[in-house]
């Protein structure tokens, strides 16, 4: 069996996804944490953060190594589009993991998320895609398998809990500027979102998935999961927004390095419930998944690595 390795290096996570040509299906998949965005400073990513990212990538390597891959793709989000020194840290992963990574635009990233999510779900026709990573959020407004409207925001969790430095717990005031800072840079995405009357949310981040993980108290999201928003509200009003950092931490199912982050996720659900949406489900499917499918489709562009 032909067996690939997928990675995506993202600001806040990696995520490694291992797939098999001949049969179609994922074998293995795991993310971590790095935070390239939040090891970021003054738009330069920090010695220590570029050594765990390498550190990692090799650990990535290894194990496709074992579980018989013979290519590897690396792709690099936002993580690598923006930071100062992002041919140093290409560079250092050539020369120390003898890899490449391919950095690709947020479109190409909205493109692939969609493709990763609509190519594995069959039960729902209408619905709106979010994935909010460390330093992008992506929208993919899909209409019976096609996508009718797709955007890459330069504005993701870590780069807006920078911008506004919210209180913990955090407080009315800097809850009512997020909220006017999304109803701005929303707008026209609302408009599509009413014109269609999308009333399904899908969310594909790990963020989102956390949600799910605390409502069913599992640390695995299927293929497609309903998130019930009467329980939704209950958890994440009392028991997140209002609680401190270190207070998450110990909240079941919510993962410890997300405790920081969820909260701008809560925000942005909750905004876009206010603006129509009825319904939310979480995916385990996205970026990776849009990759393998390109591969499938031989409509790939990117270097590979061989193994």
């Known amino acids: 069996m032909s067996k690939i390795g997928i990675i995506d290096i993202g600001s806040n996570t990696f995520n490694l996804l291992i797939s098999c040509i001949t049969t179609k299906k994922s074998i293995f998949r795991c993310e971590d944490f790095v935070g390239i965005r939040k090891g970021t400073i003054d738009g330069f990513i920090q010695e ?6 390498i550190k990692l990538i090799n650990k990535y390597k290894n194990k496709c190594k074992k579980l018989g891959c013979k290519k590897i793709y690396l792709v690099a989000t936002a993580s ?16 120390e993991t003898g890899l490449i990574i391919n950095i690709i635009s947020g479109l190409e990233e909205a493109k692939l998320i969609f493709q ?11 619905y709106l895609i979010v994935d909010i990573g460390g330093a992008s959020t992506e929208f993919v407004i899909c209409k019976y398998k096609k996508a009718i ?3 890459s925001f330069s504005f993701g969790s870590q780069l807006l809990l920078q911008k506004f430095k919210p209180t913990s717990p955090i407080n009315s005031q800097d809850l009512f500027k997020i909220n006017s800072f999304f109803k701005k840079k929303l707008k026209n995405l609302l408009l599509v979102v009413k014109k269609y009357k999308i009333i399904n949310l899908i969310g594909s981040s790990g963020s989102i998935n956390c ?10 999201v299927e293929k497609l ?12 009003s009392p028991k997140i927004l209002n609680s401190t950092i270190e207070d998450r ?36 499917f996205s970026l990776n998944d849009g990759i393998f499918s390109n591969i499938l489709n031989n409509t790939i562009s990117w270097q590979e690595s061989l193994l």
């Open 48 to 53: 220590k953060t570029i050594s765990n990212s």
């Open 80 to 95: 690598l589009r923006k930071p100062k020194n992002n041919l140093e840290f290409l560079d250092r992963c050539k020369k």
């Open 116 to 126: 990763g999510i609509s190519n594995n779900i069959h039960n729902l026709n209408n």
């Open 149 to 151: 409207y797709k955007k």
């Open 211 to 220: 949600l799910a993980n605390i409502q069913s108290l599992s640390s695995k």
């Open 225 to 236: 999961e309903y998130l019930n928003i009467e329980q939704f509200t209950q958890i994440t």
């Open 249 to 284: 931490k110990k909240i079941p199912g919510l993962v410890k390095m997300r405790a920081e982050n969820i909260i701008i996720t809560i925000i942005l659900i909750n905004f876009l419930l206010d603006e129509g949406i009825k319904n939310v489900y979480t995916s385990k």
